[in-house]
């Protein structure tokens, strides 16, 4: 009681402290309010409620549904969401009712394409319909993905009372996501993230209904991509040649694991700067920088100036498109220096033979451009970070820039800019959630606005989505996931939620709180947004 007394005082100098400490106390009266975090666009629901036995809980596939047993997106679906509706329960998961039980609860699942065998893709529809009525529920969608969204909500909308019996409210929902891509950047070259902590993330991110990971996994520090073309790049990029690598298998685990929650896979390969790993494993890849006339033992990016350059960077990318089935593949292009450029002799006469005068601007478009048209021989659209655009307004028209400059107002004008141009973006800038601050900084991530920037509903429709970054520097297996969740969760929000009805953050304060506990109790160990308790705290094991 002592610490509402003093919270309480100290609500009469801070205002906004106040106000969360009432919305503390509301949430705490209100226990079995089951929201579902993001917002659907349309929910509604009533006190009528039903409750559910484990031993008589089924999915189902519809009469006319597209999917039928042997669909291994909603097979695996049904058995996990299972263990997530019903975390207490230890027995085994009835697949078909047996007789008609009185007691029993279906939710019957219909998919208008069977589109079990494939991928998530940027036009998968996402859509669902789900509704809850007495020993019944429908959950319908045009896709496979989408239903995997509904299973999701309706994994939230279970709740237990004091004496554990389990419970739905009679809901119906309409959904759909505000943007097509809603993704999370996890960075494993400053630090290694082992493949379990990669997995677990992208359980998160279903949790939020995140759908693309977009994986910077090389960088300047380390190369830990194991390349069958290429071995030598993760043996002497990596940090260590055997433990801090990801071989094809785990490769194939991270993108089969996230196809089974509906999550795209979009690998980043940066170039031609922060390649300095790179180097290591492929000799004369990197430019030797002079001093003066002769070589200091430094390099600098990718060497632009040799036609092997190009014959490497096509083999490998060749490599990276078998193994990665996204139609979407990240090239970055972002930060290059030109200092080293300029020293060397051989650049230099490149520049000179291809007219480029002393503008290296010219040069890095030159290489970007070759290496988008590459790509796109592959059938590939290339996203590159916003430099590029920066300094080359006349990249092929397909390509997505991906805008992390010019916080906290200014990626509103490169919004505005890109867009002109025809366009299409990803707006990272506001959500680089590698970076802390003391309080609630989730706040700010929820209240982003990605249109509101001048220009035309055209132009706005050129915004296609936006991405959660959690650059490496200072993350790794111990601190990514509290560090994450739930301030990511904020952006999920604003990425799939109807603007007009999550305008307050106040509002979203108790449902947020509540999807955070609701995370705890699946194992993920979200850090808490203030003052509270959770029924089932983290056990830290
Ligand atoms: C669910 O039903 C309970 C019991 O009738 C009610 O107290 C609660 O407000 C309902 N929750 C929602 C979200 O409708
Ligand atoms: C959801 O319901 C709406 C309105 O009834 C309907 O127009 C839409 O086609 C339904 N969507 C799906 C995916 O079933
Ligand atoms: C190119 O990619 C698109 C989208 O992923 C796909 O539908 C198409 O079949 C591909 N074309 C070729 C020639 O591979
Ligand atoms: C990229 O492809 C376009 C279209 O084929 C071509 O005009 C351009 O010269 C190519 N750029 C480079 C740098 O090779
Ligand atoms: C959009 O941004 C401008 C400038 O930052 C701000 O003044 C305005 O209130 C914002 N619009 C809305 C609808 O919040």
């Known amino acids: 009681m002592q610490t509402v007394f003093r919270l309480i005082l100290s609500c009469a100098m801070e205002v906004d402290r106040c106000k969360l400490i009432l919305l503390f106390f509301t949430s705490l009266c209100s226990q079995t309010a089951s929201g579902v975090w993001p917002l659907p666009q349309s929910f ?93 529920g429908a959950l319908n969608a045009e896709s496979v993905w989408g239903a995997l969204r509904g299973l999701e909500s309706f994994s939230q909308l279970v709740y237990q009372d004091n004496s554990g019996t389990y419970y739905v409210n009679k809901t119906v929902i309409e959904d759909f996501p505000r943007f097509p891509f809603r993704g999370i950047l996890l960075d494993t070259s400053r630090h290694y993230l082992p493949l379990q902590t990669i997995l677990k993330t ?96 430094q390099f600098g990016p990718v060497n632009p100036s040799m036609a092997s ?12 498109s078998l193994v990665f089935p996204d139609s979407f593949i990240h090239l970055g292009g972002d930060e290059v220096d030109f200092t080293c450029w300029r020293s060397n002799p051989d650049v230099k006469a490149f520049m000179k033979e291809m007219g480029f005068g002393s503008d290296f601007t010219r040069l890095e478009a030159f290489y970007m451009e070759r290496i988008v048209n590459m790509t796109r021989a592959l059938n590939r659209t290339a996203i590159v970070w916003q430099d590029v655009f920066d300094y080359h307004e006349k990249i092929p028209r397909d390509t ?11 990626y509103h004008n490169e919004l505005a800019r890109i867009t002109k141009a025809g366009m299409r973006v990803i707006l990272a800038a ?36 936006g991405e959660v970054c959690m650059w490496g520097e200072y993350v790794d297996a111990t601190n990514l996931t509290p560090r994450l969740w739930p301030r990511g969760s904020a952006a999920a929000e604003r990425l799939w939620s109807d603007e007009k009805q999550t305008t307050s953050v106040d509002r979203a304060f108790p449902r947020l709180q509540d999807f955070r506990c609701k995370l705890l109790r699946r194992g993920i160990q979200a850090e808490p947004l203030f003052v509270g308790h959770c029924r089932h705290e983290y056990q830290g094991i």
């Open 309 to 320: 350059t190009y014959q490497f960077m096509s083999t490998l990318f060749k490599e990276v």
């Open 400 to 410: 997505v820039l991906h805008i992390w400059k010019g916080v906290p107002a200014d």
């Open 430 to 465: 506001p959500w680089y959630i590698n970076h802390i601050n003391y309080g609630q900084d989730w706040r700010t991530y929820y209240l982003v606005q990605p249109l509101n920037f001048t220009g035309t509903e055209q132009q706005k429709k050129l915004v296609i989505g």
């Open 44 to 136: 509604s629901s009533s006190p009528e409620r039903f409750s559910l036995q484990p031993e008589a809980f089924y999915f189902a596939h519809g009469q006319d549904s597209a999917a039928k047993g042997g669909c291994s997106v909603l097979d695996e679906a049904f058995k996990r969401y299972f263990g997530l509706i019903f975390p207490e329960y230890i027995g085994k998961q009835n697949l078909s009712p047996r007789t008609t039980q009185d007691l029993s609860f279906t939710v019957v699942i219909s998919v208008d394409q069977d589109d079990c065998q494939g991928y998530p893709a940027q036009d998968s529809s996402e859509r669902y319909n789900l509704t809850v009525t007495a020993e019944h």
């Open 202 to 297: 992208l359980d998160g991110m279903a949790y939020s209904k995140f759908n693309v990971f977009h994986w910077h996994i090389v960088d300047d520090p380390s190369f830990p991509y194991q390349s069958p073309t290429f071995p030598d790049l993760s043996s002497k990029g990596a940090y260590h040649p055997s433990t801090h690598i990801y071989t094809q298998t785990d490769v194939q685990r991270v993108i089969s694991y996230a196809r089974l929650r509906g999550i795209r896979v979009l690998p980043e390969f940066d170039s031609p700067g922060h390649t300095r790993s790179w180097g290591k494993g492929q000799p004369d890849l990197l430019t030797p920088c002079y001093s003066g006339s002769s070589p200091n033992g």
